[in-house]
Structures are given as structure tokens and as C-alpha cells.
């Protein structure tokens, strides 16, 4: 079972900047494909952003190309998403995944969630 802690969520100004960590309990990280999710009031659950297992590659919505960046440390067994430029848009709860599969966008793929953690942006 994997646990996932995040931190990071806060308030901030449009145009500013937060950076999301989640820590993982597994100590087979590495293998993980690891992925952020976000839920925004009154919405469904949405990608964010993905980092796969193998090869490091990563995916992103087309809304946050350019303003997010997703890395892993998997010495540290963290996965952290960079925002930028933040807007009011990305005002949500955001989620960290991890699953022992390939990258998927679908939120039912993926099998270990963290609590999630705040992220308001105000205008």
C-alpha cells in the first residue's frame, strides 16, 4: 500500500507562484508513475499533470503547458508540480496519484491517492 502526503497548497495572488510536494511511503518510487490531479468547486476531477516510470517523460493539460512543471526526486521518493502564472482558474484542490502503470490521464487508473491540498488563487 502506498501512502501519499501532500504540501505545499496556499493562497496567492494572481501571477504568482506555489510549489506542490507530495512524499511517498513506497520504497519502490521509482517505479511508480506518479501524476497531479486537480478538483475545481463545482467540477469534476481533472489532469494536471504526469511523470512517467520510465524515460521521465512527462504530460501535462494544455491550460497549465508552459506555467507547470512536474519533477521527481526519487531519492527523497517526492514528486512536486512548479506552478506558475498562476490564474484564477487553477484555484482547486489538488491531488497527488501514483500507480504501478503506464501514464493515463483517466483518474480511475490510478490506484493511490493522497487527502489533496487547497490552492486558491485570488484576481
Known amino acids: 500500500q502506498v501512502q501519499l502526503v501532500e504540501s505545499g497548497g496556499g493562497l496567492v495572488q494572481a501571477g504568482g507562484s506555489l510549489r506542490l510536494s507530495c512524499a511517498a511511503s513506497?520504497?519502490?518510487?521509482?517505479?511508480?508513475?506518479m501524476a497531479w490531479f486537480r478538483q475545481p468547486p463545482g467540477k469534476e476531477r481533472e489532469f494536471v499533470a504526469a511523470?512517467?516510470?520510465?524515460?521521465?517523460?512527462?504530460y501535462y493539460r494544455d491550460s497549465v503547458k508552459g506555467r507547470f512543471t512536474i519533477s521527481r526526486d526519487n531519492a527523497q521518493n517526492t514528486v512536486s508540480l512548479q506552478m506558475n502564472s498562476l490564474k484564477p482558474e487553477d484555484t482547486a484542490v489538488y491531488y497527488c496519484a501514483a500507480d504501478s502503470g503506464d501514464v493515463t490521464i483517466t483518474s480511475d487508473r490510478y490506484d493511490y491517492w493522497g487527502q489533496g491540498t487547497q490552492v486558491t488563487v485570488s484576481s
Open positions: 511523470l512517467s516510470r520510465i524515460g521521465g517523460r512527462t
Open positions: 513506497e520504497r519502490t518510487f521509482s517505479r511508480l508513475t
